[in-house]
């Protein structure tokens, strides 16, 4: 370990070294960069959902519809911006912006290419980042937990109820999915044994650590969805619940900053993934193998926006698959089933590092993390498979619906004095069916049959 904390020191020994101007040209390119990405991931979005769809997609604006962004852009700003005479207006106005900035922040640690000054620009040497932190991935984690105070504050500001409930919401998902994707993390932390995001990227020659780590990376995936509010995740701006969530209330360029926000925040999670477990700027197998320079000068650029593009399609993908989950179903797969799954991998790999870094072979690690893993798999197995399982019509939870004997103890969910959904184990009773117009008339006819013979 203090080998890699030598290396560590001498890749950040390579920022803090570039004179004002070229920082300041850094980030004028990471803005760019992310407002250009977004521009092209709308028209990409309505295109591929359209397709996927059987559905044309905007085809008006521009040569087959690319410009169709830009169009949505100069629209919203002619737009009126209403001010909501209720509304908290400093805080009103305030929210987008605290929702935008910090969207725009992290990517400022994320490497487009090697930290050993390969590149020149205007002929001084410099590495493909903005800047790099010894602490870089808790940044990206505090500049992604202050985006949702946006959120939170202009559902409050509103003063509406609709707006209200999405802030709710998207603080509870916050809550619960930053949570797991923390724990993601810390597993690579233990693996890379450094927080710096270069360094991380280096630690993954000659294997990425989505093959090394595949439970961190799935469980980040699920949770990147959930942080960005995008579908099946988007309980905040559920309009079918909400009317259009914590964004109902606002118009023209304050509702065009939170979706840019909401774009912005998919890049940079999309970048994210990609340094933490996709290899960063490196290039794929099979190339890196038969061309030595792939991962040299401009091409790594070329890698990890190929790698984020391919990560934004995957939303695009699940937006156009996935119908919206029930919110009691999205809380149950973060904090019964992503927290815990994260938590025992992350015990098992603190323990594999553990004995590796203490010289035991590959099969006494396998001994010593596996068997124990393997005996409390079966010994839930077992239990699961013997314990006395509960009578599904038993009386009533704590929402107000009761079973009813006399109707063969099925679930009454008006028993409390208005509709609550059943609990698990509950069934409603049989919804009575309307006769259908072709009955009704023979038993009229039938009706009017047996007056005339009497």
């Excluded at 990517?107 to 800047?131: C, H, K, W, Y």
């Amino acid at each position: 370990m203090g080998y890699a904390n030598l290396a560590a020191y001498e890749t950040l020994g390579f920022f803090g070294r570039d004179p004002w101007w070229l920082i300041l040209l850094k980030a004028v390119f990471c803005f760019a960069f992310l407002v250009l990405t977004v521009l092209i991931a709308i028209v990409w979005e309505r295109k591929v959902v359209a397709w996927m769809q059987l559905r044309i997609g905007p085809n008006r604006h521009g040569p087959w519809g690319m410009l169709q962004s830009l169009a949505d852009g100069v629209k919203l700003a002619l737009k009126e911006d209403l001010v909501v005479r209720g509304a908290d207006k400093v805080v009103y106005v305030l929210a987008p912006v605290i929702c935008a900035i910090p969207a725009f922040m992290a990517i400022a640690v994320i490497p487009f290419g090697p930290a050993d000054n390969e590149i020149s620009i205007f002929g001084t040497r410099t590495p493909m980042q903005l800047t790099d932190l010894p602490v870089a991935l808790l940044y990206i984690l505090a500049t992604a937990s202050i985006g949702i105070y946006g959120i939170v504050l202009a559902g409050w500001s509103s003063g509406s109820t609709y707006p209200l409930l999405g802030g709710l919401r998207s603080s509870a998902q916050m809550i619960s999915y930053e949570i797991a994707m923390g724990l993601s993390f810390a597993a690579v932390f233990i693996y890379s044994g450094s927080m710096s995001t270069s360094e991380i990227v280096a630690a993954q020659q000659p294997t990425w650590f989505a093959v090394l780590l595949p439970v961190s990376f799935i469980v980040y995936i699920v949770s990147m969805v959930g942080e960005t509010n995008r579908a099946p995740f988007d309980l905040p701006e559920a309009e079918g619940e909400l009317v259009g969530g914590f964004n109902t209330e606002y118009s023209s360029l304050k509702f065009a900053m939170f979706m840019l926000a909401e774009y912005i925040n998919m890049v940079t999670v999309s970048a994210v993934a990609s340094t933490l477990f996709l290899g960063g700027w490196r290039a794929p197998y099979p190339i890196s193998l038969f061309w030595a320079g792939a991962n040299h000068g401009w091409w790594p650029l070329l890698w990890i926006v190929i790698k984020i593009q391919l990560l934004l399609f995957f939303f695009i993908w699940l937006r156009g698959t996935l119908p919206r989950l029930r919110y009691d179903q999205f809380m149950k797969l973060g904090w019964k089933v992503l927290i815990p799954v994260s938590l025992v991998w992350l015990v098992m790999v603190a323990s594999v590092r553990a004995l590796r870094n203490e010289g035991h072979g590959f099969g006494q690690v396998v001994l010593y993390v596996g068997a124990p893993v393997g005996a409390v798999l079966l010994l839930s197995l077992i239990w699961d498979a013997f314990r006395a399982k509960p009578d599904r019509q038993e009386e009533a939870g704590p929402l107000g619906g009761t079973s009813r004997p006399e109707a063969g103890g099925g679930f009454d969910p008006m028993a409390g004095g208005y509709p609550v959904p059943p609990l698990p184990g509950q069934q409603l009773p049989p919804v009575p069916r309307r006769r259908s117009r072709a009955r009704q008339l023979q038993d009229a006819l039938n009706g009017a049959d047996h007056s005339e013979g009497s």
